[in-house]
């Protein structure tokens, strides 16, 4: 389940020749983020936005005799916009420098590396927190789709509330450094990244020429180096509420604490229950500190309990309750708090 979708890599590993775009910024951003392996992306169906319609309820069906007939009926859908952001960085190598090293090859990947891991890690941090209300040239990341807290008291599975919840002490002695953790089930009907038409993957690399530039500390001289352009173009859209959802205003300075605390363990079972999986490759985001309050959390209920790793499906360093997690430095900040 969730294997035949169209990632990343697959998409690297799909076009050849001329219709490629470049392998090598594509494989170091694997390397540096392993979410690109997870999200599923298609080309944008309207230009650099894609139109998507959204189901917000669903048909009625009824028993019936024969000869009685039954009535029509229809779901209901709303269709939404989403835009790509279209990121770049400029890549340049004093043309002295590049000129004499011994192996320009290292030199110009070692560059490149440097501004792919600044491209990956403002990529990752927008597919999480990304606003257009604050950056309009950015798109919009997960937290404006479940942005508003249901959780515990919710019925309505049609709303994204539904799959927020709250997980906050009730000492309630600090909102300073509040956390999230994320569960996504990516799938071309649910939750997946799209790239402009046209694009051939979103990202690409500008010709490697020799210009002249200034010199930021004298304007009136200049030197000659090597400028490259690297671009990537990316949106996000959420289908489906139902197959994603979130963990929020977990208290980083209190989730170690034995008092005053939420069921923590609780709280992640009712998320992926609640969460739907069929035909989606689902994955838990969350940053290196939550991940090591989780295994801390699961390790409290094993010994208070008597409940094995292996009742709860947990494997500590590669999934919890069998779906895979992955450790996204972008969540390594202090959220705003999510309220009702």
């Known amino acids: 389940i969730g294997n035949t979708v169209l990632t990343y890599r697959d998409l690297l590993a799909?076009?050849?020749?001329?219709?490629?775009?470049?392998?090598d910024i594509v494989e170091i951003m694997l390397e540096q983020n392993p979410m690109l392996d997870d999200m599923v992306i298609s080309e944008a169906n309207d230009g650099t936005s894609n139109k998507t319609t959204i189901r917000t309820g669903l048909p009625d069906a009824a028993w019936v005799a024969f000869y009685e007939g039954v009535q029509a009926s229809k779901g209901q859908k709303k269709q939404i916009r989403n835009t790509a952001g279209r990121l770049m960085s400029k890549v340049e190598i004093d043309a002295s420098l590049f000129d004499t090293a011994p192996d320009k090859s290292a030199l110009l990947r070692d560059e490149i590396s440097a501004h792919s891991e600044t491209m990956m890690n403002e990529m990752a941090n927008c597919l999480i927190y990304g606003k257009i209300v604050s950056e309009p040239k950015s798109f919009n990341g997960l937290v404006n789709f479940y942005s508003q807290l249901g959780g515990s008291s919710s019925t309505d599975d049609t709303v994204a509330s539904h799959y927020v919840f709250d997980a906050k002490s009730t000492t309630q002695a600090s909102t300073a450094a509040l956390r999230s953790i994320f569960l996504v089930g990516w799938a071309q009907k649910s939750i997946r990244c799209f790239y402009p038409r046209g694009t051939k993957g979103g990202m690409k690399k500008g010709e490697f020429k020799k210009v002249d530039v200034t010199n930021a500390s004298d304007t009136t001289k200049t030197y000659?180096?090597?400028?490259?352009?690297?671009?990537?173009?990316?949106?996000?859209?959420?289908?489906?509420?139902?197959?994603?959802?979130?963990?929020?205003?977990?208290?980083?300075?209190?989730?170690?604490?034995?008092s005053g605390v939420p069921e923590y363990v609780e709280i992640l079972r009712r998320l992926v229950t609640r969460t739907r999986s069929d035909g989606v490759k689902q994955v838990f985001y969350m940053d290196k500190l939550t991940w090591e309050a989780v295994g801390v959390w699961l390790a409290r209920k094993t010994m208070t309990n008597a409940i094995g790793f292996k009742d709860l499906q947990e494997r500590p360093t590669e999934t919890l309750f069998g779906i895979p997690v992955r450790i996204a430095d972008a969540l390594n900040t202090n959220e705003t708090a999510v309220t009702a």
Do not use: H, P
């Open 14 to 23: 799909g076009l050849k020749g001329d219709k490629t775009f470049d392998s």
């Open 224 to 258: 000659e180096a090597y400028r490259q352009y690297l671009e990537w173009s990316l949106g996000l859209g959420v289908r489906d509420y139902r197959y994603g959802g979130r963990i929020a205003n977990i208290q980083a300075d209190e989730m170690f604490d034995t």
